[in-house]
């Protein structure tokens, strides 16, 4: 019967493992639920609770507990760990303590006072909305259909109309920021509504509820399927079109410019601190930036507290005619970002309280440029993808409020309430934004940086790119995985896609799978090296550090290098470094921020040996590049370089047959039956012996080393190479 009256959502309930769950499981499983459609809430946003009896560890009575989401969490993946548990009637309680909407931040501090077990988690700030609701369960989200009828000039008008269409009894609450004030403000106007089976938030969002999980998930997608169904129909009225029509069209090489684009604007917004970056040309994104209205809404901010929180107040909107050359996009860029950013200080300036948390990053982390789409910025790429489908939400709120506003006007602010006036609220194409000083107080929020305060802190290398040459093995796997664990984005390339895949799975189990990535790449080709950067570009906007682990030692039966092999060896070794970092100096001179090499030489180029002339003439030569880039790329490029001895181990310039002929070469003992991997050590043991430390180089020493120079505890180190030879006195240099 349910799903008779659904007609966009799904009704994902399964009885037969529900019957399974106990009731904190339950719950779990309902916020899954509902957590799992993004048409039903964003990512981290909503909460969910239930009041369920339990017995009391400290008297042995059951005693009624208030389960609710803790702060931070997000429904589509939460556990059951995840929740706050609280005594009901204490939290009930403090209403006794409340000493007005002045200083109701107080009462978050004391919900830990509340806490039922050894629970450590944080008690979310809505956890008041949902205690004083009396239903045992229930669902406070934010869809995009509910908030633009939510954020709609008439939407009071059109809840009413809903409710009579679809037989519900809605409840209109005017804005207020969420926290112990809103909570007794809802229940009040379910106290003053006989059947109430809903509440529209004003500007922010919807609550529902019911007698059980399944009934309270039951009722929720089916309101919010409803209030979809009500606005597109409104949406399909003749003569209707979305945000006035298209003013601009979508150029067909949008990628390419973005593509083009992405690092200057990456760079540029990240002065202050680095961002990762993500695109996108969704077809909801071009619609929106190509249209009409696009500039005016825009500047006019978004509504929901859950989406400004991370796309800021407003997203930076590029005044470019596709129809004009891209080469003026960027001193249109730097323009805006100059307006954006006044504004943006004006906007703290005037809202800002003695107590407000210091002015953050002045930079934008959406971009909008018409007939291109959509740049989105985070400290990492999931929240950068994430912050892009915060405003994907936003662009559809404010295609729904434009829809039932049908091309009329409103003079009505439903939203006005005792927490701002009517005339603090600016209107557009029914569009209800929240205004500037009730976005400041949730944006500078005590609570909101309490919250970020307890997010761990980042890494060494968090918020930078690292393109790893050579990272499918050896050396190179070790520095994928040593970035990865130092936080660094990291795109694994090798000539071996296989081993490059392989090694990418290795650290998407430490960092993510959208962390890392992996392509081909042939440094001896400026194409194939040029693709490998577009790769890590459209992965991530740009690139910080760029290391190169990948070289050849010739070797031939009769042991003797011609003219063709010494031309491959000095190729790979040496012009292929050149043309590898010719071509990334390209990106950090369009970022414009700092950014660091490290390649790889060798001992050899120090110690003169008899039939390895070839390979050793090519490390010398690749010192000395190293030396002369740090001076062509500076200031803003470090580059430097390490010198291991002979490391065996996992090497692909060992394979079997050259080892098995050192060990021959050596006269060292070994077994035919013997692994790669067997033959391997000893010939590293034997190595290591003509070392002062007598220890066999690692693949992981060499990564240490190379990560100490390509991060920021070396940013006054360039031009240098460092020896990992386990101290091979003939390398001294003299």
């Known amino acids: 019967m349910a799903q008779n009256q659904l007609k966009f959502l799904e009704d994902r309930w399964d009885d037969k493992l529900a019957e399974t769950l ?14 799992s459609d993004l048409r039903i809430t964003n990512f981290g946003g909503g909460n969910t ?3 369920l009896d339990q017995k009391d560890p400290l008297d042995g009575q059951t005693k009624q507990i208030l389960w609710v989401k803790g702060s931070g969490g997000d429904l589509g993946s939460i556990k059951r760990a995840g929740f706050a548990t609280l005594y009901f009637d204490k939290v009930l309680a403090l209403e006794n303590a409340y000493r007005g909407v002045e200083l109701e931040d107080e ?7 509340c806490t039922f077990g050894n629970n450590p988690v944080a008690a979310s700030i809505d956890t008041s909305l949902h205690a004083f609701l009396p239903f045992p369960h229930v669902d406070h989200l934010h869809p995009d259909w509910g908030i633009a009828l939510a954020a709609s000039a008439n939407g009071k008008i059109k809840m009413e109309e809903f409710n009579k269409e679809f037989g519900h009894k809605l409840a209109w609450l005017p804005w207020q920021r969420p ?11 379910v ?3 006989p059947g109430c089976d809903g509440v529209v938030l004003g500007g922010h969002g919807l609550f ?7 009934e309270s998930y039951l009722n929720t997608v089916t309101i919010i399927d409803q209030i979809g169904q009500f606005i597109e129909r409104h949406a399909a009225q003749p003569g209707y079109q979305l945000f006035s029509g298209a003013k601009v069209q979508a150029r067909t090489d949008r ?4 593509q083009s684009i992405f690092p200057y604007l990456r760079g540029i917004v990240s002065r202050r601190q680095r961002w990762i970056g993500s695109f996108t040309d969704a077809a909801s994104v071009l619609n929106f930036v190509n249209s009409a209205e696009a500039e005016a809404l825009a500047h006019l901010g978004t509504s929901c507290p859950d989406h400004f929180i991370r796309t800021k107040i407003r997203p930076m909107f590029i005044k470019w005619n596709p129809a004009g050359d891209p080469s003026e996009l960027k001193e249109l860029i730097a323009t805006a970002l100059e307006t954006y950013r006044a504004e943006y200080a004006d906007y703290y300036k005037a809202h800002a309280l003695l107590d407000s948390p210091a002015l953050r990053d002045a930079s934008p982390t959406v971009v909008l440029i018409p007939g291109v789409g959509m740049f989105s910025f985070g400290k990492n790429k999931t929240e950068a993808r994430i912050t892009g489908e915060f405003y994907i939400n936003a662009v559809g709120v404010m295609q729904g409020a434009g829809a039932l506003g049908e091309g009329k006007q409103c003079l ?3 939203q006005a309430g005792p927490a701002a006036s009517a005339d603090k609220f600016k209107v557009h194409q029914n569009y209800v934004a929240l205004p500037a000083s009730e976005a400041f107080r949730i944006e500078y929020w005590a609570l909101e940086e309490a919250k970020i305060r307890r997010q761990p802190p980042e890494k060494e290398l968090s918020r930078r790119i690292a393109l790893i040459v050579g990272g499918g093995s050896g050396i190179g796997r070790e520095v994928a995985l040593l970035a990865a664990e130092r936080g660094a984005h990291v795109v694994v390339a090798d000539r071996d896609t296989k081993g490059a895949e392989s090694v990418a799975a290795e650290v998407k189990a430490l960092i993510g799978k959208e962390a890392v990535t992996h392509v081909a790449i042939d440094i001896t080709d400026r194409k194939a090296i040029r693709s490998a950067l577009d790769a890590t570009i459209a992965q991530f906007g740009g690139i910080d550090i760029l290391i190169n682990t990948a070289a050849i030692f010739p070797s031939s039966p009769d042991g003797i290098i011609n003219d063709n092999l010494w031309a491959v060896t000095l190729e790979v070794n040496v012009t292929a470094n050149f043309k590898l970092t010719d071509e990334a100096a390209i990106i950090f001179k369009e970022q414009g921020i700092d950014g660091s090499i490290v390649l790889t030489s060798s001992a050899n180029a120090v110690v003169a040996k008899r039939g390895s002339e070839a390979y050793d003439v090519s490390k010398a030569a690749l010192s000395h590049l190293v030396r002369e880039l740090a001076v062509s790329m500076s200031p803003l490029v470090r580059v430097n370089g390490i010198s291991p001895a002979t490391v065996v181990k996992g090497s692909t310039m060992f394979p079997r047959d050259r080892v098995i002929a050192s060990l021959s070469k050596y006269n060292l003992p070994f077994q035919e039956t013997m692994t790669d991997d067997e033959l391997r050590n000893v010939l590293a043991g034997f190595y290591a012996k003509r070392t002062l430390t007598h220890t066999p180089i690692d693949p992981r020493d060499c990564a240490q080393a190379i990560m100490f120079l390509a991060g920021p505890a070396a940013r006054c180190t360039t031009g240098h190479l460092i020896p990992v030879d386990g101290g091979l006195v003939e390398a001294y240099l003299r």
């Open 22 to 35: 106990d009731a904190p499981e339950l719950l779990r499983y309902r916020s899954n639920l509902l957590g």
């Open 49 to 51: 609770s239930s009041k």
């Open 107 to 113: 009462m978050v501090g004391m919900y830990p006072l």
């Open 179 to 189: 926290g112990f004030e809103l909570g007794m403000m809802l229940r009040k106007i």
């Open 191 to 193: 106290q003053e509504t």
């Open 208 to 214: 529902t509820w019911g007698n059980t999980q399944r």
């Open 255 to 258: 990628s390419e410019i973005a």
């Open 412 to 414: 009505d602010v439903p």
